[in-house]
């Protein structure tokens, strides 16, 4: 019989570690096949919660925010680019230069998950970030993500433009922030497992085996 296996994938759509980390979530999952029965939910966290409409530049955001020279973040992008590429994730640096808010995306992959498609959507507004340069924060941006992965683009619309499953968002945030979350991607299992990190699939397979183990 099936282990049941209830994953929160806290993490935020402009981190690039929670692609790589998503990324390297489903090869895991793969291997595991149907010895689990899967559950998961993506939970917001954002990386910037102040950042402006209009964003930030990207190399000027991260030397505010960490201190960190051109050469590092130079060094630090071909590593991301790397590891993207190893679990089959690909990352147009040159397409990315700027650094956005992510609010409404959050409002809008709890409605997707409503709807039954947030784990479709999450994975498209990471593509739409990371590999084809797009403003996440941009609402005609994220109403045709929407209508790509098969949601009802004026419903979209209709979420975007009120301020629906906004009190959603903040107490999700807010619940993560007071059980310790401070970094992501963050995965929690069984709300009572967590891995930290961008992890290799291998590490994943091998924490949710001990899991299932444990549980069986």
Known sequence: MATPLKIDFVSDVSCPWCAIGLSSLNQALAAIGDD????????PFELNAAMPPEGQDITEHLTEKYGSTPEQQQ????????????????FAMDKRARIYNTFDAHRLLHWAGL???????????FKAYFTQGLDPSAHEVLIYVAGEVGLDKEAA??????????????????FFHRHGINSVPAVIINERHLISGGQPAAVFEKALREIMAKSA
């Open 75 to 90: 060094q630090a992008r071909e590593m991301i680019r790397a590891r993207g590429a190893d679990v089959g994730f690909d």
């Open 36 to 43: 689990a029965e899967v559950q998961i939910h993506f939970q």
């Open 157 to 174: 619309r209709k979420v975007l433009h009120s301020n629906e499953y906004a009190a959603e968002v903040r107490e999700a945030e807010e």
């Open 115 to 125: 709807e039954g498609k947030q784990k479709a959507l999450k994975e498209a507004l």
